[in-house]
């Protein structure tokens, strides 16, 4: 079984400023990573995903996130946010196998980008 | 366009009343997946399907069901017996090859 904890429930953060949304896992088994974007009302968007190789994983909207297995880890950082950036993010995880797709999510960040 | 298509976007219901949502894909997708999203919780996985005519209980699938009777069909429906049914229900597909996995646009569900 694995679990998700984002540390985080909610990031104020000025615009054009960095941010560092975190993310920790625990699992029995390897796991794949994922960073999801969600804007009121809608539904999910991949911002980001690790599967294997490198540790550094950049995704869209200028969003990075870095897997570090020794600390389950799996950090989004972006280094200048700008007011639409405004949401809620997810991380989850997935072990591999049939069991790719079954997601487990934290909690959420939500992220407020103040002009 | 290829997509994840959810039905109604908002859906009422009394007490005591079984309801469906529907989710369609056109991805050509294998798997087919519901979550239940809550303030706070993030998503849950109620029921996933991996191919035709099967399909598998996820974390929460007590007082729900679901069929798969078509590869671009995977309908919830919530019945009376589920105790707290109010939520934001999402539906997600990946291919048999894919490794990403897509989200429909969700169903607000509210027992009145």
């Known amino acids: 079984a694995q679990s998700v904890t984002q540390l985080d429930s909610q990031v104020p953060v000025f615009e054009e400023a960095p941010v560092e949304l975190r993310c920790n896992y625990s699992?029995?088994?390897?796991?794949?990573l994922f960073w999801y974007v969600q804007y009121p009302n809608q539904g999910l968007q991949l911002l980001l995903k690790?599967?294997?190789?490198?540790?550094l994983v950049k995704g869209i909207n200028g969003f990075e996130a870095e897997f570090n297995k020794s600390q389950t880890s799996f950090h989004l950082r972006k280094p200048s946010v700008h007011i639409s950036d405004t949401a809620e993010y997810f991380c989850?995880?997935?072990?591999?196998?049939?069991?790719?797709?079954?997601?487990?999510f934290g909690q959420g960040t939500i992220l407020t980008v103040h002009p | 366009d290829g997509g994840i298509t959810q039905s109604p976007k908002y859906l009422f219901r009394k007490e005591g009343q079984n309801v469906t949502l529907s989710c369609e894909q056109n991805?050509?997708?294998?798997?087919m997946y519901w979550y239940r999203q809550d303030p706070g919780q993030g998503l849950r996985l109620i029921y996933y399907?991996?191919?035709?005519?099967?399909?598998q209980k996820g974390d929460i699938a007590e007082g729900y069901s679901v069929s798969r009777e078509k590869k671009e069909s995977f309908p919830l429906t919530v019945t009376s017996a589920q105790k707290n049914p109010t939520a934001f229900y999402l539906c997600?597909?990946?291919?048999?090859?894919?490794?990403?996995?897509?989200f429909g646009e969700g169903s607000w569900l509210t027992v009145v």
């Open positions: 997600a597909s990946r291919s048999e090859s894919g490794n990403t996995i897509y």
């Open positions: 699992s029995s088994v390897s796991v794949y």
């Open positions: 690790y599967l294997s190789g490198s540790t």
């Open positions: 989850a995880v997935s072990a591999g196998g049939t069991s790719y797709g079954k997601l487990t």
């Open positions: 991805l050509n997708h294998d798997a």
């Open positions: 399907s991996q191919i035709v005519n099967d399909f």
